[in-house]
């Protein structure tokens, strides 16, 4: 499938957005989010089971960010509250179907689908 990711842009500390990842089919197993900040590596933050909707998240953004989907759509939604300044970055959707949370991480053994970055900043 393809992605096509939307919703980034400029918000100021405690403020919200909500990205979303618009699939072009339904042959997908989970679709997550990355986030790639400058002089780290892309971390997996989050991610949604198409089928049952199981959700998992990173600790880093646990209690804050709210993944869902809407099948209809074929898309899946990440909305982002309490942001600080730390979560700035490039954000990155991807479909997959193996995954694990280890450590409060979210790893994926294999992106098979990436969609194109969003940038998110978070400033005042």
């Known amino acids: 499938v393809q992605l096509q990711a939307s919703g980034g842009g400029l918000v100021q500390p405690g403020g919200s957005l909500r990205l979303s990842c618009r699939a072009s089919g339904s042959g997908y197993y989970a679709m997550g989010w990355f986030r790639q900040v400058p002089g780290k590596e892309r971390e997996g933050i989050s991610c949604i089971t198409r089928r049952d909707g199981s959700k998992y998240y990173a600790d880093s953004v646990k209690g804050r960010f709210t993944i869902s989907r809407d099948n209809t759509k074929n898309t899946v939604y990440l909305e982002m509250n309490s942001l600080t300044p730390e979560d700035t970055g490039v954000y990155y959707c991807?479909?997959?179907?193996?995954?694990?949370?280890?450590?409060?991480?979210?790893?994926?053994?294999?992106?098979?689908?990436w969609g194109q970055g969003t940038l998110v900043t978070v400033s005042s």
């Open positions: 991807a479909t997959f179907t193996y995954f694990r949370v280890v450590g409060g991480t979210l790893r994926v053994d294999e992106v098979e689908s």
